[in-house]
């Protein structure tokens, strides 16, 4: 793999972690949880994601 994938993938896995932790805090607060408790939810979404699943699609995306 060229350093350039692999840049794009670990950019991708970012932000996907990124967009599954805004996800979780914003569905966290609207639940009315305090903000450790969305701090909480953000990371819980973070750590359930499926790490195979999001380097699949990145690896696919890229050869594209």
């Known amino acids: 793999m060229s350093d350039d994938r692999e840049l794009r993938t670990a950019e991708r896995v970012r932000s996907v972690c990124i967009?599954?932790?805004r996800a979780g805090y914003q569905?966290?607060?609207i639940?009315?949880?305090c903000a450790e408790g969305?701090?909480?939810a953000a990371l819980g979404?973070?750590?359930r994601l499926d790490l195979r699943s999001?380097?699949?699609d990145a690896l696919h995306d890229d050869a594209r």
């Open 19 to 21: 967009e599954a932790a």
């Open 27 to 29: 569905d966290a607060a």
């Open 31 to 33: 639940a009315g949880l």
């Open 38 to 40: 969305a701090l909480e």
């Open 45 to 47: 979404a973070i750590d």
């Open 54 to 56: 999001v380097l699949t």
